[in-house]
Structure formats: structure tokens, C-alpha cells
């Protein structure tokens, strides 16, 4: 049974859901219905076999493309290594976000979630001793981590080839998508002249954030938490609407952190323009 040969590897938090579906719109595109399946990240499920990860794709037709959509992959070195045993040969597209945007998203996903109990600015400089802990830490703390995009990116270079690979800017999508999408699907040499019709709706969510990170992580770890009744009541009763700013503290810190980093990013790319001067 035939597996992927397109793979959205990430990064988390820069769009990848929103991808997964745009893609599946297009007619020469199977889409796995399981988005994040966490086949070449997760040892448990790697365990269960390739046959058990092919058979995902069991209801793909004659599409030219079979997709898999996990942000993760492009983090963790395991998942390259695995993928590249496995498909040498497959399309694979990262989507590049903002990091300081990332990070604060990916902060508040983990606090929503009642796994971060640190301030943003108190969890930015607690992160390098953390993810010396083990692979937990480094999928859930890894706020600064994820956002080094090059030291990612060529990783995957050191196994596939250049050809193979698609990197997109979120913030060039959200200018321009129809013209972001065209690009992609001329890399993938499929019809550009598809319309997409989620690409052009607002996100309707709206998260949320706890009033206290220490309770919020004491009740969503407790035997009652995990009860979706209650933790919908806890979510109105002791939470507020996000849109809440970043701290400037840690806004300052992680500008400092990613300034070089992004600025060889883009000389990388080739770019003819320095990526993310500015928060926006």
C-alpha cells in the first residue's frame, strides 16, 4: 500500500492547519482525514509498523499526491531521519512563521492545555535548562527551540534533496494567498488555477487564558479536569478572552534572541528582504 509522497512538516503554530485543508481542496490531492498523525515522532506509533501508517491512506484515489500534515516533523531530528528511511523521495513543505508570534502561540496553546505554570518571560529563560530534561519538555517547552528555522531546515538539506523542498512564509500567505498558493501548487506541478475557498475565511477561534496558571494547571491535571463538562465550565468561569499582548519584557528578549538568526535566514533564502524586523 502506497504512503505519502507529500508531507506538511511544520512548524507548529505558522499555519500548518490551515495548509492541510487548503491542500485537501485541490482535486489532484488526497488528504489523510487524521491530520497530526505523529507517525515518525512518536516511538509508540512508530512501533505499530509502516503498514499501520500506509493504511491511512487507503481511501486515496489517483490523485498525484497523497499528504500527511504533523508540525512536529520538522523539529524533532528522529522524525527527518525516519521519514527519509521510509520515503527518500517525498515533496516536503514548511511554513515559517514570525518566531516571537510563534512563540507567544505556542506559550499559550501549552498554558491553555494547564502544562505551563511559568510566566512567558520566566519560561523563555527557564527553556534551556528545561529540554535538558527529555523529549517531553522539549515538545512542549520548546518556545525559543522551534523558532531557530535554519538549523531545521538544514537538517532535512543533509537528506533530501533542495528540489524536494518548499519552504512558505505565513506572513507572505496572509498577504497574498492566492498568489502564495499558486506558487506551491507550480512546485508541485499541479493545476494553479484552482480556487480555494477556505483560504479566504477569517478563523472563528478564539482562545482562551486562565486567570491563574497554577490553578488552571492544578485543575486540568486532576481527575475532574479531564471530564469535558467541567473543563468547558472551568474555561467560562475562570478564564479570560485571549488577544491579550505579549509582555514587552519578553517581546525585547526574543527580538534579541532571533535578530541574527532570522537575518541568516533570510540571507539562506535568498531574500530580498530581512524577514520579521518587526513583530508584526
Known sequence: MPGPNLLLCGAQKAGTTS?????????????VREKEIHFFDNDERYAKGIEWYESRFKNAGN??????????????????ERIHEHYPDVKLL??????????WSHYLMEVRAGRETLSFYDALQAEDKRLKNGEYERKYFSYKDRGL???????????????????????DLKKNPADEMKKLFRFLEID??????RIYKKPKYEGTVPINLKFNY?????????????????????????GIEI??????????????????LSEFLNLQYALWQKTE
Request: no cysteine; glycine share 0%; net charge positive.
Open 19 to 31: 495548509m492541510h485543508y487548503y491542500l485537501d481542496e485541490h482535486p489532484d490531492i488526497f488528504a
Open 63 to 80: 490523485q498525484k499526491y497523497r499528504l500527511e500534515s504533523t508540525p512536529i516533523y520538522l523539529y524533532l531530528p528522529k522524525a527527518a
Open 94 to 103: 514548511f511554513m515559517l512563521r514570525n518566531p516571537v508570534k510563534r512563540a
Open 149 to 171: 528555522y535554519l538549523t531545521q531546515i538544514k537538517r532535512y538539506l543533509a537528506l533530501f534533496p533542495r528540489e524536494n523542498i518548499y519552504i512558505m512564509i505565513l506572513e
Open 192 to 197: 494553479d488555477a484552482i480556487e480555494l475557498k
Open 218 to 242: 492544578a485543575f486540568k491535571n486532576s481527575p475532574i479536569g479531564k471530564v469535558t463538562f467541567f473543563r468547558k465550565a472551568f474555561n467560562r468561569l475562570f478564564t479570560k478572552r485571549s
Open 247 to 264: 509582555p514587552p519584557e519578553a517581546e525585547k528578549f526574543l527580538s534579541d534572541f532571533f535578530a541574527e538568526p532570522n537575518k541568516e
